[in-house]
């Protein structure tokens, strides 16, 4: 993934095509095509600006959130849940 990450950094080599590309991935006779990885395969496949994107919307739900006239309560359970989410994804 990483090889793919640096021969491909601006953009990537597509979504879903770590399985196609990997040398390492097509030669292992278990492989199931994806990375151990999660951070690993989105920088494999979508590159630098795959990775800025969603990294800059969190933050700006993070402080649209923070500047938000909602209770204290409300705020800090949604940051909580999109944080949690951001974890899962």
Not at 14 to 31: A, D, H, I, Y
């Amino acid at each position: 993934a990483l090889g793919m990450f640096r021969e491909h950094m601006v953009l990537g080599v597509g979504p879903g095509r770590f399985g196609e590309l990997s040398t390492t991935s097509v030669r292992s006779p278990l492989s199931d095509g994806k990375p151990h990885s999660a951070p690993l395969q989105l920088a494999a496949e979508q590159g630098v600006v795959g990775m800025v994107l969603p990294v800059l919307a969190f933050g700006w739900l993070l402080y649209a959130l923070w500047r938000s006239p909602r209770s204290t309560a409300v705020v800090l359970t949604a940051g909580t849940a999109l944080t949690g989410l951001a974890a899962v994804a």
